[in-house]
């Protein structure tokens, strides 16, 4: 019996498992990752590594004066990003700021598997490219009222979770963690409206809050 209820179990778990939807690949994926490979000889100073949140942040004009290297995709995810490691550790960044997770979550990922994602890469950072050290920062929340994309509604409950679970992580792998909630979040903890035309992504006046606020914490 406790043989027939352990096989009963993993067959549950295998299940559970095959139906986490963990692709990436799209024609605009390629192309960035087609970009950013033939890119990974050169060395920088600092990376920002994300979704479009990352990439529409004109980083190396907001930080004149370092190599900084964008390497955001839009549409990406957690799996996205483990998959494109190799030419972004190459690049031997001496900071490497991180923000995914908010695709996954729209598609339906459970917060574990991001979070165990999120392990998986820093792993590789860390293996890869130690010098390099790597900041945490909070996903961001959405503003609800201007929110474009249905798959994305009533998804800030999971981004206060996945959030919780970055923290510890930092924690565990002794890293900074940036909470950007405190100055791109409004009293109910939804993305300032004024930062935002769709709801999630930001305005040119949110990206000079974003790195004023990174100077202003010494982390740039």
């Known amino acids: 019996m406790v043989a027939l209820a352990l096989c009963m179990f993993w067959k549950v778990a295998a299940h559970a498992q095959s139906k986490i939807d963990s692709s ?7 192309a960035r990752y087609e970009l950013y490979n033939h890119l990974k000889h050169h060395k920088a100073d600092i990376v920002f590594l994300g979704n479009s949140i990352t990439e529409r942040g004109n980083w190396a004009e907001l930080i004149p004066g370092k190599i900084v290297s964008n390497r ?8 996205g990003v483990l998959a494109r490691l190799e030419a972004v550790t ?5 900071k490497l700021f991180l923000m995914i997770g908010v695709n996954d979550l729209g598609r339906g990922l459970p917060v574990e598997v991001i979070l ?5 890469i820093i792993r590789h950072i860390q293996t890869e490219s130690p010098r390099t050290k790597i900041y945490l920062q909070s996903v961001l929340p959405m ?5 474009n994309y249905d798959y994305l509604k009533g998804k800030n409950v999971l981004v206060k979770q996945l959030n919780d679970g970055i923290r510890l992580i930092a924690s565990e792998y002794k890293l900074e963690f940036i909470n950007l909630h ?6 109910n ?14 305005n040119t006046v ?3 809050i974003w790195v004023n606020y990174l100077k202003n914490k010494k982390y740039l």
Do not use: C, Q, V
Request: cysteine-free; proline content about 2%; charged content about 30%.
């Open 72 to 79: 955001g995709i839009g549409g990406d995810n957690s799996f």
């Open 182 to 187: 405190e100055i791109m979040a409004d009293e």
């Open 189 to 202: 903890g939804e993305l300032r409206e004024e930062l935002t035309s769709d709801g999630i992504h930001l």
């Open 116 to 120: 165990n994602n999120y392990k998986r």
């Open 143 to 147: 503003n609800e009222n201007k929110l």
């Open 24 to 30: 990436y690949s799209n024609w605009y994926y390629d």
């Open 90 to 94: 190459a690049l031997k960044p001496k």
């Open 206 to 208: 949110a990206y000079k």
